[in-house]
């Protein structure tokens, strides 16, 4: 079964950046499509990005277009999000997840607090 540890979180003021990091295990990482999520709480959780096995083709929400990156280590079995001139609706906690989505259970995720 698929483990997902993400970390990297914190509270960050308007404009700042963070660093999301997310750790599998229990699968192949590196024959799997990724998936950064976020939710809120009372809402769905919503896809941020997505990048394929190699890492060549990542895919954003338009909301966070030109401001976040994904990219992926497959050595390292690790995920990450970098994520820059935050804003205060980006304030939600982040998921990762395989892609697409195979009903693997999710992770604590990792919270993200942008307030000034």
């Known amino acids: 079964q698929a483990q997902f540890v993400e970390s990297g979180g914190g509270l960050v003021q308007p404009g700042g950046s963070l660093r999301l990091s997310c750790t599998a295990s229990?699968?192949?990482?590196?024959?799997?499509?990724m998936t950064w999520y976020r939710q809120v709480p009372g809402k769905a959780r919503k896809v941020v990005a997505n990048?394929?096995?190699?890492?060549?083709?990542?895919i954003y929400a338009e909301f966070v277009k030109g401001r976040f990156t994904i990219s992926r280590d497959n050595v390292k079995n690790t995920l990450y999000l970098q994520m820059n001139n935050l804003e205060p609706d980006d304030t939600a906690r982040y998921y990762c997840?395989?892609?697409?989505?195979?009903?693997?259970?999710w992770g604590q995720g990792t919270q993200v607090t942008v307030s000034s």
């Open positions: 997840n395989k892609s697409p989505y195979d009903y693997e259970p």
């Open positions: 229990g699968f192949d990482f590196r024959n799997f499509g």
């Open positions: 990048i394929n096995t190699s890492g060549s083709l990542p």
